[in-house]
Every structure is written in C-alpha cells, then in structure tokens.
C-alpha cells in the first residue's frame, strides 16, 4: 500500500511553488479560459495573482499543502473572509497590483466575475464561517487523493467549533467532489456577460455526505 504524503502548513519559502501548482491547475479552467482566453496571456496573469492570493492567505489564513508542494488549500477565517482594502494595504497591495498586469479587457472580465461572486457571498453567509478561496492540485499530482486531504484540516478544525465552511466552484464536476465531503449546493448563478455558471456551497458543522 503506498504510504500517502502528508499534508503540512504552507510555509512562506514556498509561496511560489503553491502559485505554480495552482496555475497548472487552473490552466484550462472554464472561468479562467473565459477571463483571459489568450493561453500564454492567462498562465502569465494567473502565476502573479496565485502568488499574491497565496501570500495573502498565509497572513490572514491558513495554506495547507503537501512536501512536495504538488497542490494548496486557501482558507479565510472567520472574521477575515472579506479582503478589505486595509488588508490589502497591510499585505502590501499585492492583489490589486497583481491584478493590474491583465489586460484591460481581462481586468474588466475578472472584477465583474470577483463583484458577483462577493455579493452572493455577503447575502447568503450572515454568520461567522471559513471561506474556501482556493483548492487546487498541479495535474501531476493528481488523482492521489491530495485535492481532499488539502481541505481535510479545516473541515475538522470548523467542525470542532461548530462553523460553517464555504466556497465557490465554476465546474461542475467539482459539485460532486464537495458533496462527497459534506457540502451542499446554496445557489446557483450564471455570471452576466460570461458563458459560465457557479455553484455557491456551504458545509455546516458535523455533516458528512
């Protein structure tokens, strides 16, 4: 039986691998591809925005990860799931910078997405919660088991104090990767102007698919 590698704690070293691991990922992703459709264009934008997400979640977050750095896990804690402009300030503009080198066609594009997305967000969740911003495993490490064991920690952390977990996913073969993990579809919408539709999911504490 093949030993399973662990999953850790980003460490800040590592923010770079994680962004890389996330662009693979998301390379040929339906609401990255319909972003910035231009492949070379995209995995140049994405690399400097992975990286500033990662490095903002490890300071108002946690990042969990494997030794060989093969996937990441974003998390937002309670308290901290809206990215204020303050804390953005306080991580030293990294977001908003990163998302200054698109196009301004794919800028448009990702802010319009961004804004539905936080507006959702802030109508259905009115209580504490955490806030899956990102999972993504690097396609060479894939079909391991990593993608579940990365948000494993929080799952158990949240239902240890009784919150909810949330997030988004634009694929739809990943709504049945969540349900297996005890989350249930909240909503469902099509982005305005864009030929894709999100799934809005919530996790409340104790449940199991």
């Known amino acids: 039986m093949?030993?399973?590698?662990?999953?850790?704690r980003l460490q800040p070293a590592q923010v770079r691998q994680a962004a890389e691991a996330l662009n693979n990922a998301f390379a040929e992703d339906p609401i990255y591809t319909e972003i910035i459709p231009?492949?070379?264009?995209r995995l140049d934008s994405m690399r400097g925005?992975?990286?500033a997400?990662?490095?903002?979640?490890?300071?108002?977050?946690?990042?969990y990860t494997t030794n060989a750095v093969g996937g990441a896990a974003c998390w937002l804690p309670p308290g901290r799931t809206e990215m204020t402009f303050w804390?953005?300030?306080?991580?030293?503009?990294?977001?908003?910078?990163?998302?200054?080198?698109?196009s301004p066609p794919s800028r448009q594009r990702l802010m319009q997405?961004?804004?539905?997305?936080?507006?959702?967000?802030?109508?259905?969740?009115?209580?504490?919660?955490?806030?899956?911003?990102?999972?993504g495993v690097d396609p060479a490490h894939q079909a391991r088991g990593i993608g579940g064991r990365?948000?494993?920690?929080?799952?158990?952390?949240?239902?240890?104090?009784g919150?909810?977990?949330?997030?988004?996913?634009?694929?739809?073969?990943?709504?049945?990767?969540?349900q297996r993990r005890g989350f249930v579809v909240m909503g469902e919408k099509d982005m305005p102007g864009c030929h894709f539709h999100i799934w809005l999911m919530l996790r409340e504490a104790g449940r199991r698919a």
Request: a positive charge; glycine letters at 4%.
């Open 87 to 102: 804390r953005m300030l306080r991580a030293g503009m990294k977001v908003p910078r990163a998302m200054m080198r698109f």
């Open 113 to 135: 997405v961004l804004g539905t997305m936080d507006r959702e967000r802030s109508r259905l969740m009115r209580r504490p919660y955490w806030y899956l911003l990102v999972v």
């Open 2 to 8: 093949t030993e399973l590698e662990p999953i850790v």
């Open 38 to 41: 231009d492949r070379q264009e």
């Open 150 to 161: 990365l948000i494993a920690p929080v799952l158990r952390r949240a239902d240890e104090q």
């Open 49 to 51: 925005l992975w990286a």
């Open 53 to 63: 997400l990662v490095d903002y979640s490890l300071r108002y977050g946690e990042v």
């Open 163 to 178: 919150l909810p977990c949330y997030l988004e996913t634009e694929t739809e073969s990943n709504v049945a990767f969540y």
